[in-house]
């Protein structure tokens, strides 16, 4: 059973800045890929990025491009997402979601997930 955890998430004002982390078993293996996706209450669940181990290839909604960067550490296995200029649309609930590729997301092994709040 792959295990993944977020973890990182708060609150924060308008314009502020969180990392996300996302740690798990899955890292240390084969090639993999990782996806971040967010919900918000009363709204439907949507991809925010994702990235290939394979070749580092990553993938980033538009509403988040130029703000948020994923990335991955691989000594540390860890994947972690920068969000930078957070708007309070950026509010929602964070999973990461382990899968084979990223073509394959969001099927894979998901985390509890991790809050963020981004307060006006």
């Known amino acids: 059973e792959v295990q993944v955890v977020e973890s990182g998430g708060g609150l924060v004002q308008v314009g502020g800045s969180l990392r996300l982390s996302c740690v798990s078993s899955a890292f240390a293996s084969d090639d993999y890929a990782i996806g971040w996706f967010r919900q918000a209450p009363g709204k439907e669940r949507g991809e925010v990025c994702s990235?290939?181990?394979?070749?580092?290839?990553?993938h980033y909604a538009d509403s988040v491009k130029g703000r948020f960067t994923i990335s991955a550490d691989n000594a540390k296995n860890t994947v972690y997402l920068q969000m930078n200029s957070l708007k309070p649309e950026d509010t929602a609930v964070y999973y990461c979601?382990?899968?084979?590729?990223?073509?394959?997301?969001?099927?894979?092994?998901w985390g509890q997930g991790t809050q963020v709040t981004v307060s006006s």
């Open positions: 990235i290939s181990s394979a070749d580092g290839t990553t």
């Open positions: 979601v382990v899968a084979k590729t990223i073509a394959t997301l969001p099927l894979g092994s």
